[in-house]
């Protein structure tokens, strides 16, 4: 049986409804093993969110039965300046970086999914009508496509799904919590991948590739 994990959710550091150890407990109710907190960030906050967020989840992670890593998801930022806040948010301390890809419910500049994979990210967060030059890339540079639970983020988990399996590219299942409920737990994340088309291997492979994640981010 895989492991619970998310690898994208908020807190009140962004647009979330929770402190981070509220957040991280309710994702432990759900059956969750580890999570990173991974919050909206641009070049007006990055160095305010990432020194807070390690100190508060080393303290939950020694103090709870959930790990917790801390990260943060660039988001509406200029295609242009991604490569650079990738580099800054590794430097800070980030051991996951995900870019609020080209979702089809919200403006996000045009190029942010190509910008993204040349950056190097960890992974490419909801990324809607995703080209196959792009998932190609995405591949060579070992980068974690999103399917996610999320409303509206979802309308094109069947497409993502779909070039993934094309270019053989690596997927991942996160939550993009952002309030109380959002944590869905195993049932209803095993059902939203096979409503997105993913066969019962290809979901097993899918939870383990979070966990080769958070190995590489611990390492």
Known sequence: ?????????HSIFSDGELIPSESAQRASAAGYK??????????????????RMIKV?????????????????????????????????????????????????????AGTNLAAIKAGVDILAHPGLITE???????????????????????SNGHVVQMARKCNAQLVLNNDAHAPGDYVGRTMA??????????EKEIIIMFENSKKIVQRASA
């Not at 790990?67 to 295609?79: A, F, I, M, N, S």
């Not at 792009?134 to 509206?152: P, W």
């Not at 095993?190 to 066969?199: E, V």
């Open 1 to 9: 049986m895989f492991e619970m994990i998310d690898l994208h959710t």
């Open 133 to 155: 030059e792009e998932v190609n890339l995405a591949v060579q540079k070992g980068i974690f496509l999103e399917i996610t639970t999320r409303r509206g983020h979802s309308f």
């Open 57 to 109: 989840c080393a303290k939950i992670t020694e103090k709870s039965k959930i790990r917790v890593l801390p990260g943060l998801e660039l988001t509406h930022v200029d295609p242009s300046d991604l490569a650079l806040l990738v580099m800054e948010a590794r430097k800070l301390g980030a051991k996951i970086v995900v870019v609020h890809g080209e979702t089809l419910t919200e403006p996000v500049p």
């Open 34 to 51: 580890t999570i990173a907190i991974t919050d909206h960030a641009d070049c007006s906050n990055i160095d305010f969110i990432l020194p």
């Open 190 to 199: 095993t059902n939203i991948a096979r409503g997105a088309g993913l066969s």
